[in-house]
């Protein structure tokens, strides 16, 4: 084995084994009761849960669930399609709390007026990871009120189509109101608006692929895209890729206006790119990427890959928690690792097809552990160190074999 695979197994054992403290006890979700299984549905599992444990979904349609005031992990097996009709929704989640969600995939089905997932009331970080979200009857795709600190990565999230009267706008893809969010690899669009109520009725315009209303965001390599307006004899507006009441700042990202409606003696006007430019700050350079392996058995290989510029340097910091995520100034990116327990190694160098991927073997962990959640962040530099900047992160659930 390179000493440089070795180095990374090497570290990431030694992690496992020394956080036993950390260990998260597992409780097993499946569509049908069996060995092993521990509940039929979500919710029952988040209620029987203790603060830190972790919810393994397998492959199934599930209803919607709650997370409130405890620190807990909902993450979809290794490969496994996982439905769920929502709403979701975390609230009430006090200082240190955490939540984390990967693999789901969300809708809220018709006629709930609610979003397919709501973050709301979160002092605690929220993680959100390789999940889709789509909202129900005109509600955003993700809701996002009063919570300190949300990263939504690697997702998906697209506003409801509007209900069938005048006026009725698409929901959001992402709709943010006073919190602190931090997007990475995200697809946000806003839904199509109401054809109304009738005949000669208003339409409705479209959604925005992300509204922020207050609070701030940072995004990096996302993709905002307003929804189409409604189409009728008076047609609606499309909605914006972005609009903003509110700072924003954005690296390498795309944002595309909705296109109006049709009908009537002319089309609905098109969204606006960025609705108020004035609130976006656009960083220079290029977004970086990392994907962290699926849920992963002890001893299985498993696969860390990194995207960024070819023959720059990369190192990962890992840790067993994560901090509230803030803006680091001068590294482009959020910093969420920040802990007592944080450790770093070098990874390798990016090669010239621009992605390297490290594979490991899934270590063992201690016996009295059923899992737990490594939580890691990449850093790139170049040889000289005349330039450093910070990566996405990303979180890797490893399960004991006997799960």
Same mark, same amino acid.
């Given at each position: 084995?390179?000493?440089?695979?070795?180095?990374?197994?090497?570290?990431?054992?030694?992690?496992?084994?020394?956080?036993?403290?950390?260990?998260?006890?597992?409780?097993?979700?499946?569509?049908?009761?069996?060995?092993?299984?521990?509940?039929?549905?979500?919710?029952?599992?988040?209620?029987?849960?203790?603060?830190?444990?972790?919810?393994?979904?397998?492959?199934?349609?599930?209803?919607?669930?709650?997370?409130?005031?405890?620190?807990?992990?909902?993450?979809?097996?290794?490969?496994?399609?996982?439905?769920?009709?929502?709403?979701?929704?975390?609230?009430?989640?006090?200082?240190?709390?955490?939540?984390?969600?990967?693999?789901?995939?969300?809708?809220?089905?018709?006629?709930?007026?609610?979003?397919?997932?709501?973050?709301? =009331?979160? !002092? +605690?970080?929220?993680?959100?990871?390789?999940?889709?979200? %789509? &909202? #129900?009857? *005109?509600?955003? @795709?993700?809701?996002?009120?009063?919570?300190?600190?949300?990263?939504?990565?690697?997702?998906?999230?697209?506003?409801?189509?509007?209900?069938?009267?005048?006026?009725?706008?698409?929901?959001?893809?992402?709709?943010?109101?006073?919190?602190?969010?931090?997007?990475?690899?995200?697809?946000?669009?806003?839904?199509?608006?109401?054809?109304?109520?009738?005949?000669?009725?208003?339409?409705?315009?479209?959604?925005?692929?992300?509204?922020?209303?207050?609070?701030?965001?940072?995004?990096?390599?996302?993709?905002?895209?307003?929804?189409?307006?409604?189409?009728n004899s008076l047609p609606g507006p499309g909605g914006a890729?972005? =609009?903003? !009441? +509110?700072?924003?700042?954005?690296?390498?990202?795309?944002? %595309? &206006? #909705?296109? *109006?409606?049709? @009908?009537?003696?002319?089309?609905?006007?098109?969204?606006?790119?960025?609705?108020?430019?004035?609130?976006?700050?656009?960083?220079?350079?290029?977004?970086?990427?990392?994907?962290?392996?699926?849920?992963?058995?002890?001893?299985?290989?498993?696969?860390?890959?990194?995207?960024?510029?070819?023959?720059?340097?990369?190192?990962?910091?890992?840790?067993?928690?994560?901090?509230?995520?803030?803006?680091?100034?001068?590294?482009?990116?959020?910093?969420?690792?920040?802990?007592?327990?944080?450790?770093?190694?070098?990874?390798?160098?990016?090669?010239?097809?621009?992605?390297?991927?490290?594979?490991?073997?899934?270590?063992?962990?201690?016996?009295?552990?059923?899992?737990?959640?490594?939580?890691?962040?990449?850093?790139?530099?170049?040889?000289?160190?005349?330039?450093?900047?910070?990566?996405?992160?990303?979180?890797?659930?490893?399960?004991?074999?006997?799960?």
């Amino acid at each position: 084995m390179p000493r440089l695979l070795a180095a990374c197994l090497t570290a990431i054992a030694a992690l496992a084994l020394a956080s036993a403290a950390s260990a998260q006890n597992v409780l097993v979700v499946a569509p049908v009761p069996g060995p092993g299984v521990f509940s039929t549905d979500v919710q029952t599992a988040v209620d029987a849960a203790l603060d830190g444990d972790l919810v393994l979904v397998k492959a199934g349609t599930y209803p919607g669930f709650t997370i409130t005031t405890k620190s807990l992990s909902v993450v979809a097996d290794t490969g496994a399609a996982v439905s769920i009709q929502g709403p979701v929704v975390v609230t009430g989640l006090a200082i240190p709390q955490r939540a984390q969600l990967s693999g789901l995939s969300i809708a809220t089905p018709y006629p709930v007026t609610k979003p397919g997932l709501w973050i709301r =009331s979160n !002092a +605690g970080g929220v993680w959100v990871e390789r999940t889709t979200s %789509l &909202g #129900g009857n *005109g509600n955003p @795709g993700v809701r996002i009120d009063s919570s300190s600190s949300v990263s939504l990565q690697r997702g998906t999230f697209t506003g409801g189509l509007a209900a069938f009267i005048a006026f009725a706008k698409g929901g959001d893809g992402v709709r943010v109101t006073g919190s602190f969010v931090a997007l990475h690899d995200v697809s946000a669009r806003g839904g199509t608006g109401s054809t109304g109520g009738g005949p000669g009725s208003i339409s409705g315009g479209g959604g925005a692929g992300a509204n922020l209303l207050d609070g701030s965001i940072f995004a990096s390599g996302c993709t905002f895209s307003g929804g189409n307006g409604g189409s009728n004899s008076l047609p609606g507006p499309g909605g914006a890729g972005l =609009s903003l !009441a +509110g700072p924003a700042t954005a690296l390498e990202c795309s944002e %595309l &206006g #909705g296109a *109006g409606g049709q @009908g009537g003696l002319s089309n609905g006007p098109p969204g606006a790119a960025v609705d108020d430019p004035a609130f976006l700050t656009t960083l220079a350079g290029f977004a970086r990427h990392l994907l962290a392996p699926e849920p992963t058995r002890a001893l299985a290989p498993a696969t860390i890959s990194v995207k960024g510029l070819p023959g720059e340097q990369v190192g990962v910091l890992y840790a067993t928690t994560y901090e509230p995520g803030f803006l680091l100034a001068g590294f482009d990116e959020v910093l969420f690792l920040l802990t007592p327990s944080v450790n770093g190694l070098v990874l390798g160098v990016i090669p010239i097809s621009g992605t390297l991927d490290v594979p490991l073997a899934t270590p063992s962990l201690p016996p009295a552990a059923l899992g737990t959640t490594v939580f890691m962040q990449c850093v790139h530099f170049d040889a000289p160190l005349t330039y450093a900047v910070l990566g996405p992160p990303g979180a890797w659930t490893i399960l004991d074999s006997s799960l």
